[in-house]
């Protein structure tokens, strides 16, 4: 770039308050490395991490009791709810969960959190897989039949 065209660009951000404020907004993520600014409440971030990477960042330091509730399957970030719930994740359908620890779980209440991105799979790896749930035979009747 011409000096000239970059010393007119130069007086024209420190010439600006706003500017000058805007900037101070900006952060760049530890993790990514990406700009970002600062706009959600403050406990959506770890550190000096951007939101996405915040993201991930805490599901690596959950609370005992939250990390049981965790599933990693197929590089995707499941938590378990409570099976006392009026709202249930993925509509209530019936999960069977094998965990690499042995655990086994079923659960109506899953609750999906996304794909994990690839620059976090090294920090949140697989923990369980689904185990497929047996449906009971459907029974039929007859068109005249009675069922009692």
Request: hydrophobic share 35%; net charge negative; charged share 30%.
């Amino acid at each position: 770039m011409n000096k000239n065209i970059q010393q007119v660009l130069d007086s024209i951000l420190e010439a600006s308050p706003r500017i000058k404020e805007i900037k101070k907004m900006i952060e760049i993520c530890e993790f990514c490395g990406k700009t970002y600014k600062k706009n959600l409440t403050p406990d959506a971030y770890l550190g000096d991490n951007c939101f996405d990477c915040s993201f991930w960042l805490k599901k690596t330091c959950l609370k005992p009791a939250d990390e049981a509730r965790k599933a990693i399957i197929d590089g995707k970030h499941y938590m378990i709810g409570g099976e006392g719930y009026l709202f249930r994740g993925n509509g209530g359908k019936e999960f069977h969960i094998l965990f690499n620890d042995g655990r086994e779980v079923r659960t109506m209440n899953l609750w999906e959190q996304g794909e994990i991105p690839e620059e976090f799979r090294g920090l949140i790896p697989d923990n369980a897989k689904f185990v497929p749930v047996e449906k009971p035979e459907p029974i039929t009747f007859d068109d005249f039949e009675i069922p009692f």
